[in-house]
């Protein structure tokens, strides 16, 4: 018994001298090496989670501003005039590829460029269809941008980019 305990702890020193020499070693050829604790800087313009606060602000943004009058999001708002933003952001890739959204007036790249450009610029790109029939233009709100308060915005977006992910 003593003997297995003896020769227990003799292997843990054995092991944390080695872990030593190691990490010695690993110093002693860092050099240029980067920290390798710090995380990669996350892309700005896909977030992957958004804070919950800045969901709960968003939705907040989206009723406040009337947004759920004309759109639809499953299980929270049931507007039927403006298409449904229940999966904005796989219809939002599909739209951006799309040859129709590259012979618009629209300038998106992402889908955060898509939603924000969909919201102050809405008729740089008209979405085909709606639930009533065609997207008719200049129904959706021309003069968001004089209406919503920048941080209003940003919580907006974040939330919509949450929608279909
Ligand atoms: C009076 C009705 C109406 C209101 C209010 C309205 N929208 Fe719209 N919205 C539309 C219509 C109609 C379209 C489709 C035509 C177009 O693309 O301009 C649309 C398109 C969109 C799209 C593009 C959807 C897609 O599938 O590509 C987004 C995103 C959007 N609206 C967000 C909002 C937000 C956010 C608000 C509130 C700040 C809002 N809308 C308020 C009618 C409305």
């Known amino acids: 018994m003593s003997n297995t305990k003896h ?8 092991v944390l001298a080695m872990a030593t020499g190691l990490s ?10 980067p920290e390798p604790t710090k995380a990669p800087a996350a892309p700005a313009a896909e977030p992957t989670k958004v804070p919950d606060s800045v969901v709960e602000k ?7 501003y009337g947004c759920q009058a004309c759109h639809a999001i499953q299980g929270f708002a049931e507007g039927a005039v403006g298409p449904a933003l229940t999966n904005l952001y796989v219809n939002a890739q ?21 939603i924000r450009e969909s919201i102050l610029n809405p008729n740089a790109f008209v979405v085909a ?7 008719p233009q200049g129904v959706m709100i021309q003069n968001f941008k004089d209406q919503i308060s920048e941080s209003d915005l940003e919580a907006l977006i974040g939330y919509l980019m949450t929608l279909g992910r």
Request: aromatic residues 8%; positive net charge.
């Open 129 to 135: 269809q709606c639930p009533t029939g065609p997207c």
């Open 94 to 114: 599909k739209t951006i590829a799309s040859s129709e959204y590259k012979s618009s007036a629209g300038k998106a790249t992402t889908v955060e460029e898509y």
């Open 58 to 64: 968003g939705k907040a943004a989206f009723n406040q």
């Open 24 to 33: 010695l070693l690993l110093v002693g050829c860092g050099g240029s090496e």
């Open 7 to 14: 020769n227990t702890i003799g292997i843990r020193y054995a």
